[in-house]
Antibody, heavy 124, light 106 residues
Framework: EVQVVESGGALVQPGGSLRLSCTAS????????MSWVRQAPGQGLEWVSV???????YYADTVKGRLTISRDNSKNTLYLQMNSLRAEDTAVYYC??????????????????WGKGTTVTVSS | SYELTQPPSVSVSPGQTASITCSGD??????VCWYQQKPGQSPVLVIY???KRPSGIPERFSGSNSGNTATLTISGTQAMDEADYYC?????????FGGGTKLTVL
């Protein structure tokens, strides 16, 4: 079965650090685009980061310099290292498999497999 | 930065057609996808590349995109379609989500 499972969410103090994990099954993390998306309580979806199969990474401006996406191919796992955490980082963090590329005229990007999410709470 | 605008809420009667719009500058020059999210659940992809349906998504879900507006259409809306819907596009190496639309079936 194709799925991703997130873990690592916790209650952390402002300024603290946390590492989220996303373990995939049924496909390889290294062979796909992989993304992190978050959702603050009662709010909409907010994209956080993506790692391409080739290793290229992109980040939302709101997390650039504080959050780092990486992967361990041997463990088929994607990570999100979160440093200098702020109250506004409080959210459910979803991991998702993504597809992206050029099809004719335009670039497409969509996420077809999502995990159940892991909750990060930043509070003193 | 690029922005996608959705109406906060849309209401529809069971069996009728629901249309949810997503607006952005020259959005028709980008590919749009749509996600459905029910309370307490993860998002589910229902439309990608403007109008394609993933396997397992009912035929009553369809999409279009032209000019500055993309539209998700649900024909013969059922009670189970009540959910939040988000449009999404790619712009300048970032993923952009719309603010979401709460679809109420009443």
């Amino acid at each position: 079965e194709v799925q991703v499972v997130e873990s690592g969410g916790a209650l952390v103090q402002p300024g603290g650090s946390l590492r989220l994990s996303c373990t995939a099954s049924g496909f390889t993390v290294s062979g796909n685009y992989m993304s992190w998306v978050r959702q603050a309580p009662g709010q909409g979806l907010e994209w956080v980061s993506v790692m391409y199969s080739g290793g290229t990474t992109y980040y939302a401006d709101t997390v650039k310099g504080r959050l780092t996406i990486s992967r361990d191919n041997s463990k088929n796992t994607l990570y999100l290292q979160m440093n200098s955490l702020r109250a506004e980082d409080t959210a459910v963090y979803y991991c998702a498999r993504a597809y992206g590329g050029n099809s004719g005229r335009f670039y497409y990007y969509y996420m077809d497999v999502w995990g159940k999410g892991t909750t990060v709470t930043v509070s003193s | 930065s690029y922005e996608l605008t959705q109406p906060p809420s849309v209401s529809v009667s069971p069996g009728q057609t629901a249309s949810i719009t997503c607006s952005g500058d020259k959005l028709g020059d980008k590919y749009v996808c749509w996600y459905q999210q029910k309370p307490g659940q993860s998002p589910v992809l229902v439309i990608y590349q403007d109008a394609k349906r993933p396997s397992g998504i009912p035929e009553r879900f369809s999409g279009s995109n032209s000019g500055n507006t993309a539209t998700l259409t649900i024909s013969g809306t059922q009670a189970m379609d009540e959910a939040d819907y988000y449009c999404q596009a790619w712009d300048s190496s970032t993923v952009v989500f719309g603010g979401g639309t709460k679809l109420t079936v009443l």
